[in-house]
């Protein structure tokens, strides 16, 4: 899966998502490009507008995810590429 994303859009779209028990990520192929995120156990999604290069779906632990905002956050530029 990889798509290009809006950092900032992210960033805000995921600040209330949990990752105690893992994350699915989600990138609709096609026209919509949507990036999906839910949390396992809370209920919680996002629906963020992407530029969808590739779709695919991935699940990441608690730690993954944990790494993978760090890597985000810390990134320059206003776009970034998710590339799962």
């Not at 960033?11 to 026209?31: A, R």
């Not at 993978?68 to 970034?80: H, R």
């Amino acid at each position: 899966m990889k798509a290009t994303v809006n950092r900032q859009l992210f960033i805000e779209q995921i600040s209330s998502i949990l990752p105690d028990k893992g994350i699915s990520i989600l990138v609709s192929d096609g026209i919509d490009g949507i990036l999906t995120i839910a949390s396992f156990g809370h209920g919680v999604t996002a629906r963020i507008p992407v530029y969808a290069i590739k779709g695919g779906q991935a699940y990441l632990s608690s730690d993954e995810w944990t790494r993978f905002i760090s890597m985000i956050e810390t990134s320059k530029g206003s776009y970034i590429d998710i590339d799962l």
